[in-house]
Protein backbone atom coordinates (compact mmCIF):
# COMPACT_ATOMS: atom_id res chain seq x y z
CA UNK A 1 0.00 0.00 0.00
CA UNK A 2 1.47 3.14 -1.06
CA UNK A 3 1.76 6.46 1.77
CA UNK A 4 0.80 9.59 -0.21
CA UNK A 5 2.57 12.97 1.72
CA UNK A 6 1.49 16.20 2.24
CA UNK A 7 1.85 19.26 3.40
CA UNK A 8 -0.58 20.07 6.85
CA UNK A 9 -2.29 23.32 5.64
CA UNK A 10 -1.96 24.54 9.01
CA UNK A 11 1.14 23.40 10.05
CA UNK A 12 3.35 22.48 7.39
CA UNK A 13 4.05 19.29 8.61
CA UNK A 14 4.15 16.26 6.92
CA UNK A 15 0.58 14.77 6.66
CA UNK A 16 0.55 11.41 5.76
CA UNK A 17 -2.20 9.30 3.80
CA UNK A 18 -2.36 5.63 3.47
CA UNK A 19 -3.78 4.58 0.09
CA UNK A 20 -7.82 4.61 -0.41
CA UNK A 21 -8.02 6.87 2.41
CA UNK A 22 -9.40 10.26 1.97
CA UNK A 23 -9.37 11.65 5.29
CA UNK A 24 -6.58 12.19 8.12
CA UNK A 25 -5.80 13.86 10.86
CA UNK A 26 -2.29 15.54 11.33
CA UNK A 27 0.07 14.20 13.44
CA UNK A 28 1.45 17.93 14.83
CA UNK A 29 -1.15 19.97 15.08
CA UNK A 30 -4.44 17.50 15.13
CA UNK A 31 -6.05 19.42 12.24
CA UNK A 32 -8.39 17.14 9.85
CA UNK A 33 -7.67 17.24 6.38
CA UNK A 34 -9.47 16.05 3.43
CA UNK A 35 -8.11 14.83 0.21
CA UNK A 36 -9.87 14.98 -2.96
CA UNK A 37 -9.12 14.75 -6.68
CA UNK A 38 -9.59 16.17 -9.90
CA UNK A 39 -13.31 15.00 -11.13
CA UNK A 40 -13.16 12.06 -8.96
CA UNK A 41 -9.92 11.04 -9.50
CA UNK A 42 -6.95 10.68 -7.32
CA UNK A 43 -3.37 12.38 -9.49
CA UNK A 44 -0.35 11.00 -7.49
CA UNK A 45 3.24 11.29 -8.90
CA UNK A 46 6.12 9.61 -8.17
CA UNK A 47 9.17 11.64 -7.10
CA UNK A 48 11.93 11.22 -9.67
CA UNK A 49 14.86 9.98 -7.39
CA UNK A 50 17.28 10.13 -10.74
CA UNK A 51 18.70 13.41 -12.33
CA UNK A 52 19.65 13.85 -16.26
CA UNK A 53 23.18 13.58 -15.12
CA UNK A 54 22.66 10.39 -13.29
CA UNK A 55 20.56 9.29 -15.70
CA UNK A 56 23.29 9.80 -18.66
CA UNK A 57 26.24 7.88 -16.28
CA UNK A 58 23.74 4.97 -16.11
CA UNK A 59 23.53 4.58 -19.83
CA UNK A 60 27.26 5.25 -20.33
CA UNK A 61 28.36 3.10 -17.27
CA UNK A 62 25.80 0.03 -19.18
CA UNK A 63 27.90 0.68 -22.54
CA UNK A 64 31.10 0.12 -20.98
CA UNK A 65 30.64 -2.63 -18.95
CA UNK A 66 28.58 -4.49 -22.00
CA UNK A 67 30.79 -3.25 -24.96
CA UNK A 68 33.67 -1.40 -23.43
CA UNK A 69 35.01 1.54 -23.35
CA UNK A 70 35.72 2.68 -26.87
CA UNK A 71 32.07 1.54 -27.55
CA UNK A 72 30.58 3.71 -25.08
CA UNK A 73 33.22 6.65 -26.38
CA UNK A 74 31.94 6.07 -29.96
CA UNK A 75 28.11 7.53 -28.70
CA UNK A 76 27.57 11.19 -27.55
CA UNK A 77 24.46 12.20 -25.35
CA UNK A 78 22.67 14.79 -27.53
CA UNK A 79 19.40 16.15 -24.91
CA UNK A 80 17.08 14.90 -23.09
CA UNK A 81 13.42 15.32 -21.25
CA UNK A 82 11.46 13.75 -18.34
CA UNK A 83 8.48 12.21 -18.57
CA UNK A 84 5.66 11.47 -16.43
CA UNK A 85 3.84 8.68 -17.28
CA UNK A 86 0.32 8.31 -16.26
CA UNK A 87 -1.04 4.76 -14.89
CA UNK A 88 -4.21 3.64 -14.04
CA UNK A 89 -3.94 2.09 -10.26
CA UNK A 90 -7.01 0.61 -9.70
CA UNK A 91 -7.58 -1.24 -5.55
CA UNK A 92 -10.42 -2.62 -4.09
CA UNK A 93 -11.53 -6.38 -3.77
CA UNK A 94 -12.56 -8.57 -6.32
CA UNK A 95 -16.03 -10.45 -5.59
CA UNK A 96 -18.35 -12.77 -8.19
CA UNK A 97 -18.43 -16.16 -8.80
CA UNK A 98 -17.35 -18.45 -11.48
CA UNK A 99 -18.76 -21.53 -13.28
CA UNK A 100 -17.24 -23.60 -15.32
CA UNK A 101 -17.65 -27.15 -17.06
CA UNK A 102 -14.83 -29.11 -17.51
CA UNK A 103 -14.48 -32.79 -19.88
CA UNK A 104 -13.60 -35.72 -17.33
CA UNK A 105 -11.55 -38.13 -18.30
CA UNK A 106 -11.11 -42.42 -17.20
CA UNK A 107 -8.96 -45.03 -17.92
CA UNK A 108 -11.17 -48.20 -18.24
CA UNK A 109 -9.49 -51.46 -17.96
CA UNK A 110 -10.24 -54.31 -19.71
CA UNK A 111 -8.87 -57.94 -21.47
CA UNK A 112 -9.16 -59.34 -24.87
CA UNK A 113 -9.43 -62.59 -26.53
CA UNK A 114 -6.32 -63.65 -25.37
CA UNK A 115 -6.45 -62.30 -22.10
CA UNK A 116 -3.96 -59.78 -22.28
CA UNK A 117 -5.27 -56.91 -20.06
CA UNK A 118 -5.50 -53.03 -21.79
CA UNK A 119 -6.21 -49.94 -20.59
CA UNK A 120 -8.21 -47.03 -22.46
CA UNK A 121 -9.42 -43.72 -21.89
CA UNK A 122 -12.93 -43.50 -21.86
CA UNK A 123 -14.81 -39.80 -21.21
CA UNK A 124 -16.75 -39.50 -18.25
CA UNK A 125 -19.43 -37.17 -17.43
CA UNK A 126 -18.50 -33.12 -17.88
CA UNK A 127 -17.49 -31.78 -14.17
CA UNK A 128 -19.33 -28.57 -13.07
CA UNK A 129 -17.44 -26.58 -10.72
CA UNK A 130 -18.65 -23.46 -9.00
CA UNK A 131 -16.53 -21.27 -7.07
CA UNK A 132 -16.33 -17.83 -5.01
CA UNK A 133 -13.95 -15.21 -5.93
CA UNK A 134 -13.09 -12.67 -3.11
CA UNK A 135 -9.76 -11.69 -2.97
CA UNK A 136 -7.83 -8.04 -2.52
CA UNK A 137 -6.95 -6.35 -6.03
CA UNK A 138 -4.22 -4.21 -6.74
CA UNK A 139 -4.00 -3.49 -10.32
CA UNK A 140 -1.13 -1.27 -12.55
CA UNK A 141 -2.49 -0.61 -16.15
CA UNK A 142 -0.67 1.86 -18.45
CA UNK A 143 -3.20 4.58 -19.85
CA UNK A 144 -1.76 4.42 -23.25
CA UNK A 145 0.57 2.83 -25.51
CA UNK A 146 4.13 2.67 -23.79
CA UNK A 147 5.79 0.02 -25.89
CA UNK A 148 8.27 2.81 -26.95
CA UNK A 149 9.46 2.69 -23.03
CA UNK A 150 10.03 -0.51 -22.36
CA UNK A 151 8.94 -2.09 -19.03
CA UNK A 152 8.34 0.69 -16.17
CA UNK A 153 7.75 -1.09 -12.93
CA UNK A 154 5.27 0.79 -11.78
CA UNK A 155 3.70 -1.81 -9.58
CA UNK A 156 6.47 -2.76 -7.54
CA UNK A 157 7.56 1.55 -7.22
CA UNK A 158 3.74 2.65 -6.39
CA UNK A 159 3.68 -0.29 -3.39
CA UNK A 160 6.75 0.83 -1.89
CA UNK A 161 7.77 4.28 -2.31
CA UNK A 162 6.38 7.80 -1.28
CA UNK A 163 3.75 9.58 -3.83
CA UNK A 164 2.47 12.95 -4.16
CA UNK A 165 -0.15 14.52 -4.85
CA UNK A 166 0.05 15.57 -8.27
CA UNK A 167 0.30 19.49 -8.46
CA UNK A 168 0.49 19.85 -11.83
CA UNK A 169 2.21 23.55 -12.95
CA UNK A 170 5.12 22.30 -10.71
CA UNK A 171 5.37 18.58 -12.14
CA UNK A 172 4.97 20.15 -15.47
CA UNK A 173 8.02 22.56 -14.84
CA UNK A 174 9.75 19.21 -14.43
CA UNK A 175 8.96 17.47 -17.18
CA UNK A 176 5.78 16.47 -19.73
CA UNK A 177 3.16 15.25 -18.37
CA UNK A 178 1.94 13.13 -20.62
CA UNK A 179 -1.99 12.40 -20.76
CA UNK A 180 -3.78 9.15 -20.34
CA UNK A 181 -5.43 8.33 -23.40
CA UNK A 182 -6.63 4.82 -22.67
CA UNK A 183 -9.87 5.09 -20.39
CA UNK A 184 -10.11 3.62 -17.06
CA UNK A 185 -13.40 1.47 -18.53
CA UNK A 186 -10.73 -0.47 -20.06
CA UNK A 187 -8.24 -0.42 -17.27
CA UNK A 188 -11.18 -2.42 -15.02
CA UNK A 189 -11.94 -4.94 -17.75
CA UNK A 190 -7.63 -5.67 -17.46
CA UNK A 191 -8.41 -5.69 -13.34
CA UNK A 192 -11.50 -7.84 -13.32
CA UNK A 193 -9.77 -10.63 -16.06
CA UNK A 194 -7.10 -11.08 -13.62
CA UNK A 195 -9.39 -11.20 -10.50
CA UNK A 196 -11.02 -14.08 -12.83
CA UNK A 197 -9.32 -17.88 -12.14
CA UNK A 198 -8.10 -18.52 -15.82
CA UNK A 199 -5.51 -21.03 -14.56
CA UNK A 200 -6.83 -24.18 -15.15
CA UNK A 201 -7.79 -24.26 -19.41
CA UNK A 202 -7.10 -28.03 -19.74
CA UNK A 203 -10.50 -29.38 -20.84
CA UNK A 204 -12.87 -26.43 -19.67
CA UNK A 205 -15.42 -26.52 -22.19
CA UNK A 206 -17.70 -23.35 -21.18
CA UNK A 207 -17.32 -20.56 -18.39
CA UNK A 208 -19.17 -17.97 -17.22
CA UNK A 209 -18.17 -15.61 -14.36
CA UNK A 210 -19.76 -12.70 -12.80
CA UNK A 211 -16.99 -10.06 -11.09
CA UNK A 212 -17.11 -6.81 -9.10
CA UNK A 213 -14.79 -4.93 -7.74
CA UNK A 214 -16.17 -3.55 -4.14
CA UNK A 215 -14.70 -0.90 -2.12
CA UNK A 216 -12.63 0.52 -5.36
CA UNK A 217 -10.18 2.81 -5.15
CA UNK A 218 -9.03 4.64 -8.25
CA UNK A 219 -5.91 6.61 -8.80
CA UNK A 220 -3.95 8.03 -11.75
CA UNK A 221 -0.15 7.46 -10.78
CA UNK A 222 2.42 9.41 -12.70
CA UNK A 223 5.53 7.84 -13.11
CA UNK A 224 8.81 9.56 -13.98
CA UNK A 225 11.32 8.26 -17.22
CA UNK A 226 14.11 9.91 -18.86
CA UNK A 227 14.00 10.38 -22.59
CA UNK A 228 17.52 10.57 -24.10
CA UNK A 229 19.00 10.74 -26.93
CA UNK A 230 22.67 9.58 -27.89
CA UNK A 231 24.25 10.30 -31.58
CA UNK A 232 26.77 8.72 -33.27
CA UNK A 233 27.68 10.50 -36.20
CA UNK A 234 24.56 11.64 -37.74
CA UNK A 235 22.39 8.46 -36.35
CA UNK A 236 20.54 9.28 -33.20
CA UNK A 237 19.80 6.38 -30.66
CA UNK A 238 16.80 6.98 -28.50
CA UNK A 239 16.88 5.76 -24.56
CA UNK A 240 14.81 5.59 -21.70
CA UNK A 241 16.26 5.52 -18.01
CA UNK A 242 13.83 5.01 -15.36
CA UNK A 243 14.15 7.99 -13.26
CA UNK A 244 13.23 6.15 -10.51
CA UNK A 245 15.96 3.44 -9.73
CA UNK A 246 18.39 4.93 -12.96
CA UNK A 247 18.07 1.62 -14.89
CA UNK A 248 18.27 1.61 -18.58
CA UNK A 249 14.53 0.38 -19.89
CA UNK A 250 14.84 0.40 -23.53
CA UNK A 251 17.75 0.87 -25.23
CA UNK A 252 19.50 0.06 -29.13
CA UNK A 253 23.07 0.41 -29.77
CA UNK A 254 24.46 -1.70 -32.64
CA UNK A 255 28.00 -1.79 -33.32
CA UNK A 256 29.42 -0.70 -36.22
CA UNK A 257 33.42 -1.09 -37.02
CA UNK A 258 34.33 1.32 -39.39
CA UNK A 259 37.04 0.05 -41.76
CA UNK A 260 40.19 1.08 -42.16
CA UNK A 261 40.50 3.58 -45.38
CA UNK A 262 44.13 3.09 -45.84
CA UNK A 263 43.83 -0.70 -46.20
CA UNK A 264 41.80 -1.27 -49.37
CA UNK A 265 44.33 1.69 -51.22
CA UNK A 266 47.24 -0.26 -50.18
CA UNK A 267 45.98 -3.19 -51.64
CA UNK A 268 45.36 -1.97 -54.73
CA UNK A 269 48.60 -0.06 -55.26
CA UNK A 270 50.25 -4.14 -54.18
CA UNK A 271 48.13 -5.75 -56.95
CA UNK A 272 49.34 -3.12 -59.32
CA UNK A 273 52.75 -2.70 -58.64
CA UNK A 274 53.01 -6.41 -58.73
CA UNK A 275 51.34 -7.17 -62.36
CA UNK A 276 53.20 -4.00 -64.03
CA UNK A 277 56.33 -5.22 -63.23
CA UNK A 278 56.51 -8.86 -63.72
CA UNK A 279 53.74 -11.80 -63.80
CA UNK A 280 55.85 -14.21 -60.65
CA UNK A 281 55.49 -11.10 -58.73
CA UNK A 282 51.40 -10.41 -59.93
CA UNK A 283 51.00 -13.61 -58.45
CA UNK A 284 52.88 -13.10 -55.08
CA UNK A 285 51.28 -9.81 -54.60
CA UNK A 286 47.90 -11.28 -55.63
CA UNK A 287 48.33 -13.84 -52.79
CA UNK A 288 49.49 -11.24 -50.40
CA UNK A 289 46.72 -9.78 -50.68
CA UNK A 290 44.41 -12.31 -50.27
CA UNK A 291 46.47 -13.05 -47.39
CA UNK A 292 45.85 -9.09 -45.81
CA UNK A 293 42.50 -9.55 -46.66
CA UNK A 294 41.78 -12.52 -44.84
CA UNK A 295 43.92 -11.56 -41.87
CA UNK A 296 42.24 -7.80 -41.75
CA UNK A 297 38.49 -8.64 -42.02
CA UNK A 298 38.11 -12.72 -41.39
CA UNK A 299 36.53 -13.38 -45.02
CA UNK A 300 37.46 -13.90 -48.18
CA UNK A 301 35.04 -13.74 -50.97
CA UNK A 302 33.25 -11.35 -53.24
CA UNK A 303 30.99 -9.38 -51.00
CA UNK A 304 33.65 -9.29 -48.61
CA UNK A 305 35.64 -7.21 -51.07
CA UNK A 306 32.95 -5.41 -52.26
CA UNK A 307 32.30 -4.22 -48.72
CA UNK A 308 35.79 -3.41 -48.03
CA UNK A 309 36.15 -1.26 -51.40
CA UNK A 310 32.79 0.63 -50.20
CA UNK A 311 34.23 1.22 -47.07
CA UNK A 312 30.67 -0.34 -45.47
CA UNK A 313 31.07 -0.37 -42.22
CA UNK A 314 31.11 -4.03 -39.79
CA UNK A 315 27.87 -4.22 -38.39
CA UNK A 316 26.91 -6.83 -35.38
CA UNK A 317 26.23 -7.03 -31.62
CA UNK A 318 26.19 -4.19 -29.68
CA UNK A 319 24.43 -3.55 -26.28
CA UNK A 320 20.30 -3.80 -26.37
CA UNK A 321 17.73 -3.56 -23.84
CA UNK A 322 14.11 -3.81 -23.69
CA UNK B 1 -27.94 24.84 -33.50
CA UNK B 2 -25.80 25.26 -30.40
CA UNK B 3 -22.05 23.33 -29.34
CA UNK B 4 -20.75 23.11 -26.35
CA UNK B 5 -17.09 23.87 -26.47
CA UNK B 6 -15.25 20.30 -24.73
CA UNK B 7 -12.58 22.41 -23.35
CA UNK B 8 -14.47 25.26 -21.33
CA UNK B 9 -17.88 24.05 -21.79
CA UNK B 10 -19.12 27.33 -23.11
CA UNK B 11 -22.11 26.99 -25.66
CA UNK B 12 -21.72 28.89 -28.79
CA UNK B 13 -24.52 29.29 -31.23
CA UNK B 14 -23.46 28.46 -34.59
CA UNK B 15 -24.76 27.75 -38.26
CA UNK B 16 -26.21 24.18 -39.56
CA UNK B 17 -23.67 24.14 -41.55
CA UNK B 18 -20.70 24.99 -39.29
CA UNK B 19 -17.97 22.29 -39.31
CA UNK B 20 -15.18 23.60 -37.51
CA UNK B 21 -15.54 26.77 -34.55
CA UNK B 22 -13.05 28.33 -32.43
CA UNK B 23 -14.19 29.38 -29.01
CA UNK B 24 -14.80 33.17 -28.39
CA UNK B 25 -13.29 32.14 -24.50
CA UNK B 26 -10.64 29.85 -24.28
CA UNK B 27 -10.01 29.79 -28.28
CA UNK B 28 -9.97 26.27 -28.21
CA UNK B 29 -10.39 24.92 -31.96
CA UNK B 30 -13.35 22.02 -31.84
CA UNK B 31 -15.14 20.23 -34.71
CA UNK B 32 -18.58 20.11 -35.09
CA UNK B 33 -20.14 16.96 -36.34
CA UNK B 34 -24.14 16.11 -36.56
CA UNK B 35 -24.64 18.56 -33.56
CA UNK B 36 -22.00 17.23 -31.85
CA UNK B 37 -18.50 19.12 -30.50
CA UNK B 38 -15.71 16.97 -31.11
CA UNK B 39 -12.44 17.81 -29.38
CA UNK B 40 -9.62 18.60 -31.08
CA UNK B 41 -6.24 18.42 -29.55
CA UNK B 42 -2.87 18.08 -30.64
CA UNK B 43 0.59 16.94 -29.10
CA UNK B 44 3.05 19.84 -28.23
CA UNK B 45 5.92 19.33 -30.41
CA UNK B 46 9.02 21.40 -31.18
CA UNK B 47 9.94 20.61 -35.06
CA UNK B 48 13.25 19.32 -35.51
CA UNK B 49 14.15 18.25 -38.86
CA UNK B 50 17.36 16.52 -38.53
CA UNK B 51 16.52 14.42 -35.22
CA UNK B 52 13.75 12.68 -37.30
CA UNK B 53 16.40 12.16 -39.70
CA UNK B 54 18.67 10.64 -37.66
CA UNK B 55 16.45 9.23 -35.54
CA UNK B 56 15.54 7.35 -38.94
CA UNK B 57 19.19 6.56 -39.53
CA UNK B 58 19.65 5.23 -36.38
CA UNK B 59 16.31 2.73 -36.57
CA UNK B 60 17.74 1.14 -40.22
CA UNK B 61 21.01 0.51 -38.51
CA UNK B 62 19.48 -1.01 -35.22
CA UNK B 63 17.18 -3.08 -38.22
CA UNK B 64 20.23 -4.55 -40.10
CA UNK B 65 18.61 -2.46 -43.35
CA UNK B 66 20.94 -0.41 -46.02
CA UNK B 67 21.33 3.33 -45.15
CA UNK B 68 20.81 6.26 -47.44
CA UNK B 69 23.86 8.00 -48.57
CA UNK B 70 22.25 11.50 -49.10
CA UNK B 71 19.40 12.93 -47.19
CA UNK B 72 16.04 12.60 -47.70
CA UNK B 73 13.10 15.01 -48.14
CA UNK B 74 11.78 15.46 -44.77
CA UNK B 75 8.12 16.72 -44.59
CA UNK B 76 6.35 17.55 -40.86
CA UNK B 77 2.90 18.01 -40.49
CA UNK B 78 0.29 17.90 -37.52
CA UNK B 79 -1.90 14.43 -39.30
CA UNK B 80 -5.09 13.90 -37.79
CA UNK B 81 -6.09 10.91 -36.48
CA UNK B 82 -9.52 9.59 -34.58
CA UNK B 83 -9.59 8.37 -31.33
CA UNK B 84 -12.82 6.84 -30.61
CA UNK B 85 -13.69 5.10 -26.70
CA UNK B 86 -16.18 2.61 -27.16
CA UNK B 87 -18.69 1.55 -24.73
CA UNK B 88 -16.83 -1.69 -23.86
CA UNK B 89 -13.62 0.42 -22.57
CA UNK B 90 -11.87 -0.34 -25.67
CA UNK B 91 -10.93 2.50 -27.85
CA UNK B 92 -10.07 2.69 -31.92
CA UNK B 93 -7.39 4.94 -33.71
CA UNK B 94 -7.70 5.54 -37.34
CA UNK B 95 -5.90 8.22 -39.65
CA UNK B 96 -8.73 10.87 -40.57
CA UNK B 97 -6.76 11.77 -43.24
CA UNK B 98 -5.32 9.24 -45.45
CA UNK B 99 -0.93 9.55 -45.57
CA UNK B 100 0.12 9.42 -48.90
CA UNK B 101 1.17 6.52 -50.45
CA UNK B 102 3.20 4.27 -48.95
CA UNK B 103 3.48 5.99 -45.57
CA UNK B 104 2.59 3.91 -42.80
CA UNK B 105 0.25 5.65 -40.11
CA UNK B 106 1.15 4.90 -36.39
CA UNK B 107 -0.91 1.81 -35.04
CA UNK B 108 -1.75 3.36 -32.01
CA UNK B 109 -1.84 7.06 -30.17
CA UNK B 110 1.86 7.71 -29.33
CA UNK B 111 2.35 8.99 -25.60
CA UNK B 112 2.81 13.17 -25.46
CA UNK B 113 1.57 16.01 -23.71
CA UNK B 114 -2.03 17.27 -25.36
CA UNK B 115 -3.17 20.67 -25.75
CA UNK B 116 -6.42 22.10 -27.02
CA UNK B 117 -5.64 22.95 -30.52
CA UNK B 118 -5.46 26.77 -31.37
CA UNK B 119 -6.11 28.59 -34.44
CA UNK B 120 -2.16 29.13 -34.79
CA UNK B 121 -1.20 25.46 -34.93
CA UNK B 122 -1.18 24.69 -39.11
CA UNK B 123 -2.63 20.88 -39.30
CA UNK B 124 -4.66 19.44 -41.68
CA UNK B 125 -8.57 19.40 -41.24
CA UNK B 126 -10.21 15.89 -40.72
CA UNK B 127 -11.57 14.88 -44.41
CA UNK B 128 -12.70 10.88 -43.28
CA UNK B 129 -15.99 10.62 -41.38
CA UNK B 130 -16.06 8.53 -38.34
CA UNK B 131 -18.62 6.55 -40.05
CA UNK B 132 -16.49 5.89 -42.62
CA UNK B 133 -12.85 5.48 -40.84
CA UNK B 134 -14.54 2.99 -38.03
CA UNK B 135 -17.62 0.91 -40.26
CA UNK B 136 -19.42 -0.90 -38.48
CA UNK B 137 -18.01 0.16 -35.44
CA UNK B 138 -20.75 -0.02 -32.97
CA UNK B 139 -21.07 2.07 -29.73
CA UNK B 140 -18.48 4.85 -30.15
CA UNK B 141 -19.22 6.22 -26.81
CA UNK B 142 -16.73 9.93 -27.33
CA UNK B 143 -14.92 10.96 -30.02
CA UNK B 144 -11.23 12.96 -30.33
CA UNK B 145 -9.63 14.56 -32.80
CA UNK B 146 -6.03 13.93 -32.60
CA UNK B 147 -3.35 16.01 -34.41
CA UNK B 148 0.24 13.77 -34.18
CA UNK B 149 3.13 15.10 -35.48
CA UNK B 150 4.28 13.22 -37.93
CA UNK B 151 7.87 13.24 -40.22
CA UNK B 152 6.94 12.10 -43.65
CA UNK B 153 10.64 10.75 -44.99
CA UNK B 154 11.15 9.90 -48.45
CA UNK B 155 14.72 8.40 -49.50
CA UNK B 156 16.48 6.92 -51.78
CA UNK B 157 18.69 3.27 -52.02
CA UNK B 158 20.34 2.07 -54.64
CA UNK B 159 18.00 4.27 -56.64
CA UNK B 160 15.01 2.77 -55.32
CA UNK B 161 12.71 5.02 -53.12
CA UNK B 162 11.46 3.91 -49.71
CA UNK B 163 9.05 6.02 -47.30
CA UNK B 164 9.10 6.05 -43.57
CA UNK B 165 6.94 7.79 -41.09
CA UNK B 166 8.68 9.20 -37.84
CA UNK B 167 6.43 9.96 -34.80
CA UNK B 168 7.58 14.02 -33.35
CA UNK B 169 5.89 12.53 -29.90
CA UNK B 170 8.21 9.07 -29.43
CA UNK B 171 10.70 9.78 -32.39
CA UNK B 172 9.44 6.07 -33.41
CA UNK B 173 9.69 4.41 -36.91
CA UNK B 174 6.89 3.17 -38.96
CA UNK B 175 8.41 1.98 -42.49
CA UNK B 176 6.18 -1.19 -44.52
CA UNK B 177 9.84 -2.01 -46.13
CA UNK B 178 12.92 -1.11 -45.53
CA UNK B 179 16.10 -1.12 -47.85
CA UNK B 180 18.00 -4.85 -47.48
CA UNK B 181 21.47 -4.56 -46.69
CA UNK B 182 23.15 -7.17 -49.27
CA UNK B 183 26.21 -5.35 -49.41
CA UNK B 184 26.87 -4.86 -52.98
CA UNK B 185 26.49 -1.19 -53.34
CA UNK B 186 29.07 0.97 -53.97
CA UNK B 187 28.24 4.38 -54.42
CA UNK B 188 28.74 5.86 -57.75
CA UNK B 189 31.53 9.05 -56.48
CA UNK B 190 33.28 5.56 -54.55
CA UNK B 191 33.39 3.90 -57.70
CA UNK B 192 34.23 7.30 -59.44
CA UNK B 193 37.35 7.83 -56.91
CA UNK B 194 38.55 3.98 -57.03
CA UNK B 195 38.34 3.83 -61.27
CA UNK B 196 40.09 6.99 -61.23
CA UNK B 197 42.99 6.05 -58.59
CA UNK B 198 43.31 2.31 -60.35
CA UNK B 199 43.89 4.03 -63.66
CA UNK B 200 46.51 6.87 -62.58
CA UNK B 201 48.35 3.29 -60.63
CA UNK B 202 48.39 1.49 -64.28
CA UNK B 203 49.66 4.79 -66.40
CA UNK B 204 52.41 5.19 -63.42
CA UNK B 205 52.93 1.81 -63.40
CA UNK B 206 53.26 1.07 -67.33
CA UNK B 207 55.48 4.19 -67.69
CA UNK B 208 57.79 4.26 -64.89
CA UNK B 209 61.43 3.03 -65.81
CA UNK B 210 62.17 0.68 -63.14
CA UNK B 211 61.08 -0.66 -60.04
CA UNK B 212 62.65 1.97 -57.98
CA UNK B 213 60.79 4.13 -59.46
CA UNK B 214 57.74 2.34 -59.55
CA UNK B 215 57.79 2.26 -56.04
CA UNK B 216 58.58 5.90 -55.08
CA UNK B 217 55.74 7.06 -57.34
CA UNK B 218 53.33 4.53 -56.41
CA UNK B 219 53.97 5.40 -52.29
CA UNK B 220 53.39 9.34 -53.57
CA UNK B 221 50.00 8.56 -55.69
CA UNK B 222 48.79 6.00 -52.42
CA UNK B 223 49.26 8.95 -50.07
CA UNK B 224 47.93 11.50 -52.05
CA UNK B 225 44.66 9.33 -52.53
CA UNK B 226 44.43 8.35 -48.93
CA UNK B 227 44.98 12.22 -47.68
CA UNK B 228 42.26 12.98 -50.30
CA UNK B 229 39.98 10.27 -48.56
CA UNK B 230 40.60 11.72 -45.58
CA UNK B 231 39.28 15.09 -46.94
CA UNK B 232 35.89 13.68 -48.02
CA UNK B 233 36.57 12.58 -51.65
CA UNK B 234 35.15 9.43 -52.46
CA UNK B 235 32.69 9.53 -49.98
CA UNK B 236 29.17 8.03 -51.12
Avoid at chain 1, 30 to 35: D, E, L, M, T
Wanted: aromatic share 10%; net charge neutral.
Amino acid sequence: MATIIFKCPQCGGPFEFAEGDNSSLCRFCGISSVITGDTGIHRLVIPERVDLKAARTSVRKLLDREAGQEFAASFSFNGGSLLFLPFWRIRGIAMGWQWCEKETFKEEIGYDENGARYTRRVKGQNERIFSLIAKPLIFNSPAGDYTAFGTVRVGLAGDVLQCEPMDYPAVAARGSVIDPLKGVAQARQEALAMARDTSESEGIVRRESRVRILSEWLALMYYPIWNLHFKRGDRVYPVIVDAVNGEVSRCRFPREKQREPFLPLAMIALLVIGWTTMPVAGVAATILAAYLMKYRTGALNISAIIRMLAEIPERGGGVQRG
Amino acid sequence: MTAKCPQCGFRADLLTETTYHTCSQCSAVYRVYQGQSISEQYFRHEPEESLAWGALLGFLDTEGACAPSRPGEIAFTYHPFWLADRADGSTLFKAAVSLPDSFQPPPSPPAGDLEFSKNDISSSKSSIDPEDAFPGAAGLKRLRLLQVPLYLISYEVAREKYQATVSGCTWQVYASRLPEDNGIHISLPRLTFLAVYLTVLIIAGLLAPTIIWRFGIFVVILLAAWALERYGFGRG
